[in-house]
């Protein structure tokens, strides 16, 4: 291996070893990340965040489309969201506005935090984008 690949081969490990130092340990929850709903942020990767999470712990049926835009229907599911938490087992309790601020989305992330079945990506990336 000449010195200029050997340099390229140093250059990417580096650039892996600092993503893996830097996307390693406890994750941190965003306190800057921009509420979800009507008057906030209405469409984007947070949306899509909200819906999931929706989808998989609100108990609302049928499941709304996960397209990172927020509309009626997600509003609903979010309520949803909000009014099936404070009962058991969760017991969060939820102001029931369809809004996902910090309360809603503390308790989004505390539930997936849980859940074993979720792909890890889902929670290392929503992490950050939901507001808690």
């Known amino acids: ?44 990767p947070g949306v899509k965040c909200a819906q999931i999470f929706a989808n998989r712990y609100g108990g609302y049926s049928p499941a709304i489309r996960e397209d990172g835009r927020y509309g009626q229907e997600t509003q609903a599911a979010i309520r949803r969201f909000q009014s099936h938490v404070h009962q058991d087992p969760y017991n969060y309790p939820l102001t029931v506005d369809g809004i996902v601020g910090k309360s809603t989305g503390a308790a989004m992330l505390k539930i997936a935090q849980r859940d074993h079945d979720l792909e890890p990506y889902i929670y290392d990336t929503c992490i950050h984008l939901l507001p808690s």
């Open 1 to 44: 291996m000449n010195f200029r690949n050997t340099r390229r081969a140093l250059a990417g490990f580096g650039a892996a070893a600092t993503l893996l130092v830097t996307f390693s340990g406890a994750a941190q929850a965003s306190s800057t990340a921009p509420y979800i709903g009507y008057g906030y942020s209405t469409s984007g």
